[in-house]
């Protein structure tokens, strides 16, 4: 379901060059579980980042879903983003000043999604991650497993095929950290490729594949397809 | 467009969700919102204050003078150009206009009704009070070329202008002054050393183009030439039959008087039409300027819009960059950002609007005498150039926020 073939990604950071990534490789089947591992500046998010389309790479293709998505203009890929992709963040990105329902819905308000059913759906995700008594609180009224689960439920909300999550238990306690990927693992479960940054061993162990990036580079795979 | 899954068309935002979100976007942070509002509704109140100052001018001007009567031609003595060479060795003095040059114009084809003035300043005296005022010599003519109108009595008899009859009409000012609240009609009073009596009272239509219509007094233009001991008229009033007639009119009048005067065009005709043009003329070029000078205060509010969508883009770069990556494109943040803007302008323009209004109505009791009233076109423009500046100014901020990189911009804080 993903290729990547060849990634290059050059920053020029004042006069100097650095590779975040070289010639990277990469596969991923539909509904795999993945944990991208590796020190801080080792590319981890970069790689992310292409993967999530935000960033463009220097050369290489990468594929989803059959479609050679490096190649698509910018308002195609911003359509790729909408409706097969959803990113989990460590700082969550709540936009502040809006309700829980309504940074749930932001993804349907952009895509034109009439306000009844936004209404319907936006409300029977809270209620599956156990928020619908937090849908008119605002983030700063939310704990932070709260405001994770807000997020999840946000990037989860137009069935995308792949969840990126960028240490998503980064800035959480324990047990929300817990609860946040037993949530994640459980979408994972019901047919969601998810593909998670993290530098925690303890998150990594959980997923059914790890990738440890050094210096740019994929090197080799780890407790490769522990579970089968 | 792909090979599993739904086939996906871009659809873009609805109309009520951009406005909304731009709205809780713009109201999110109160004082940024508030000091912006006030340079737009500043901006926006000082250009429809002074245009309508500006057009009131004009409007009060153009009144006076339609007062008058616009189909009206004023004939002067004397040429008002320069002509050419030294001066003649036996100065040259225009001929004067006389009776019956008046009378030579009144038998014109396309001539209504004429009158020809005299005026002069004399004391007038009842019984020991005595009075400097206007003495106009004229006919019974003046009376509808002037729109003059009666509170008593009548007017001048008309028939032979060449007759001296001691008849008067006084001005209700002057009547007061002279004969305080008594009766008038029938009275006599003394102009230098004639004997008048008074026949009618003008009711009061204030002043009109500079004349205290209140303190004068009217008699027949033979008396005056006697009173005054000259046979020059003042000026002559023409009315042309009608409005296309006034053209024809200003031709004949000069043909007939250079035939009277032996050749010499030494008379002046002035249109009420080319006054009214001239007066249109610089008053609207009047409004022009000052309303250029207040529209700097909104551009002053537009580069203060364009600051706030600054701050705004680089204080919600997290929010731009979550945006794009929950889907939005380049385009939907660019209309994002300018709905914003634009948004705020134009609740700026409305409320300066309200202000002008409500100014205008407050200069409108303090000075009752000059007639302030909102020019019809003005809140269009104001409205039009706030909305313009939204836009404009809010460009570069909502391009600004368009080009991030939500790579970056998503980057840890």
């Known amino acids: 379901m993903i290729q990547l073939q060849h990634i290059e990604r050059v920053f020029m950071v004042g006069e100097e060059e650095v590779h975040a990534l070289r010639d990277v490789n990469m596969a991923a089947e539909a ?22 389309l935000l960033d463009r790479p220097d050369s290489g293709s990468y594929e ?42 932001l993804p349907l308000v952009l895509s034109g999604v009439k306000p009844d059913e936004r209404q319907t759906r936006v409300s029977a995700a809270l209620a599956a991650f156990g928020l619908s008594n937090r849908a008119r609180h605002r983030p700063d009224q939310l704990s932070g497993g709260q405001r994770q689960r807000v997020a999840i439920a946000r990037a989860t909300i137009m069935q995308p095929s792949v969840i990126l999550a960028d240490e998503p238990t980064g800035n959480l306690d324990r047990s929300s950290g817990i609860e946040v990927a037993e949530i994640l693992e459980e979408l994972n479960h019901q047919g969601m490729t998810l593909i998670m940054v993290t530098h925690d061993p303890e998150m990594g162990k959980r997923s059914r594949r790890q990738v440890l990036m050094v210096d740019g580079r994929i090197e080799g795979r780890t407790r490769e397809d522990r579970g089968q | 467009m792909f090979k599993h899954g739904i086939v996906v068309f871009p659809k873009s935002m609805r109309l009520r969700d951009i406005l909304t979100f731009s709205l809780r976007a713009a109201t999110a942070n109160r004082g940024r919102v508030l000091l912006m509002l006030l340079a737009m509704t500043i901006g926006v109140g000082s250009v429809v204050v002074f245009i309508s100052l500006g057009d009131s001018a004009r409007r009060y001007v153009i009144d006076q003078f339609s007062s008058l009567g616009t189909d009206l031609l004023i004939v002067l003595p004397g040429r008002s150009e ?143 030439q006697s009173l005054f001991n ?10 042309a039959k009608n409005s296309a007639a006034i053209e024809p009119t200003r031709k004949s009048i000069l043909e007939t008087i250079r035939l009277r005067h032996e050749g010499e065009d030494d008379i002046t005709v002035i249109t009420q039409d080319a006054v009214l043009t001239t007066f249109n003329r610089i008053f609207k070029a009047l409004t022009l300027s000052v309303t250029g000078i207040a529209a700097i205060s909104l551009v002053v509010a537009g580069i203060m819009i364009m600051n706030v969508m600054l701050v705004a883009v680089s204080n919600r770069r997290a929010e731009i960059g979550l945006l794009k990556a929950i889907g939005a494109s380049r385009g939907q943040i660019l209309g994002l950002f300018l709905a914003e803007s634009t948004l705020l302008s134009t609740v700026g323009a409305a409320i300066g609007l309200i202000v002008a209004l409500l100014s205008i109505q407050l200069a409108g009791v303090l000075f009752p005498q000059f007639p302030l009233q909102l020019a019809p076109w003005s809140p269009a423009i104001a409205i039009a150039v706030a909305l313009i500046s939204g836009i404009a100014f809010g460009v570069l901020p909502a391009h600004r926020a368009a080009e991030l990189e939500p790579a970056l911009a998503l980057a840890r804080r």
Not at chain 2, 230 to 239: D, G, N, P, Y
Request: contains cysteine.
């Open chain 2, 230 to 239: 000259a046979s020059s008229l003042f000026r002559i009033l023409v009315e």
């Open chain 2, 82 to 224: 320069t002509t050419g060479g030294p001066p003649p060795l036996l100065g040259e003095t225009p001929r004067d206009l006389t009776l019956d040059d008046a009378m030579a114009l009144s038998r014109g084809r396309t001539v209504g009704r004429i009158a020809p003035i005299i005026a002069g300043s004399a004391p007038i005296s009842v019984q020991g009070l005595e009075r400097e005022m206007l003495v106009l010599g004229s006919t019974a003519e003046l009376y509808e070329i002037r729109h003059l109108a009666l509170s008593q009595g009548s007017f001048l008899p008309p028939g032979d202008p060449s007759r001296a009859e001691a008849v008067c009409v006084i001005g209700l000012k002057g009547k007061k002054e002279l004969f305080g609240n008594g009766p008038a009609i029938g009275k006599w009073l003394r102009i230098g050393d004639r004997r008048f009596r008074v026949i009618g009272i003008l009711s009061s239509p204030g002043v009109s183009l500079g004349e205290d219509l209140g303190e004068i007094v009217i008699i027949p233009v033979a008396a005056a």
């Open chain 1, 31 to 52: 509904g795999e579980y993945i944990a991208i591992m590796g020190p801080s500046g080792s590319g981890k998010s970069s790689l992310l980042n292409i993967l999530g």
């Open chain 1, 64 to 105: 989803l879903d059959g479609t050679l998505v490096s190649n698509l203009d910018e308002k195609q890929q911003a359509a790729i983003r909408m409706h097969k992709i959803g990113f989990v963040f460590q700082f969550f990105h709540l936009v502040p000043r809006l309700s829980a329902f309504d940074n749930v819905a």
